[in-house]
């Protein structure tokens, strides 16, 4: 018998079929797509982690932390001055699920 070949995607569609399973990767979606904005944006305007911390009034550590999805809640407040030092807007929205 062979064995069925399981791709990242393929196992990663049968999973979010499961509603808890989904609302933690949705949530987890978030902060990896704000880690990759902030790291990319920062990188853009050629700065170190430490630079962005000293203009953010925290540590190089925390950005490090942020950008690599350990840091475990990053408060509005944060992504403010964040938004700030990298001389960008921060915007949030809501939009209307899939299911309403």
């Known amino acids: ?3 069925k070949k399981v791709t990242l ?3 990663l569609k049968g999973q979010l079929r499961n509603k808890k ?7 987890e ?8 904005m ?4 920062r990188r853009k ?3 170190s982690q430490l630079e962005l911390a000293q203009k953010v009034h925290t540590t190089q550590q925390v950005i490090s932390d942020i950008e690599t999805l350990r840091h475990p809640n990053i408060t509005l407040i944060t992504l403010e001055k964040i938004a700030h ?3 960008s807007d921060l915007h949030i929205a809501f939009q ?4 309403g």
């Open 29 to 36: 979606d978030i902060r990896a797509r704000m880690a990759l």
């Open 45 to 47: 305007l050629h700065l």
């Open 38 to 41: 902030i790291a990319k944006r």
């Open 96 to 99: 209307p699920t899939h299911n």
């Open 9 to 11: 995607n393929g196992w």
């Open 1 to 3: 018998m062979k064995n």
């Open 21 to 27: 399973f989904k609302k933690e990767f949705d949530a």
């Open 85 to 87: 030092a990298l001389n």
